[in-house]
């Protein structure tokens, strides 16, 4: 068994260096520092969801994480999805209101952390629109 993890142990130091420098960092990042688009991806889908929860809206998400596409359930003039995207784009978070995004190894917690500050805006955003629309009383 020794035998067989020395062998290993040098195929895979001989596999590691072949690499190209950018790919061995992301290779130490996600082994060693824990990064990964998973992470990544559900650390800013369960801050939004966290946002909709406390604005009292209705938007989901039905991409992975490291893919999400999100929208409104009650929005069928699309205007509230785009309304959001429209703000979080305009505070620095490009956000597509048809398309799937996307993550990568390239993004960090802090990446994460201007994006939620740009989706807080968004949500206020449709909250205020919301409020501004007639309402049938009756």
């Not at 978070?93 to 968004?122: C, G, I, Q």
Request: a negative charge.
């Amino acid at each position: 068994r020794d035998h067989y993890r020395t062998d290993v142990d040098a195929a895979m130091r001989d596999a590691v260096l072949g690499l190209p420098e950018q790919s061995r960092a992301l290779l130490r990042y996600h082994l060693i520092d824990g990064w990964s688009i998973d992470r990544i991806g559900t650390l800013l889908i369960d801050g939004i969801t966290e946002q909709n929860k406390r604005f009292g809206l209705d938007l989901v998400n039905t991409g992975p994480a490291p893919m999400p596409s999100i929208r409104f359930v009650h929005d069928p003039d699309r205007t509230k999805i785009r309304t959001w995207c429209g703000v979080a784009t305009a505070h620095g978070a490009y956000a597509h209101p048809s398309h799937n995004w996307f993550v990568s190894a390239a993004h960090t917690d802090d990446d994460v952390a201007m994006t939620l500050r740009a989706t807080e805006k968004a949500f206020a955003a449709v909250e205020h629109l919301l409020d501004a629309r007639p309402r049938i009383v009756g």
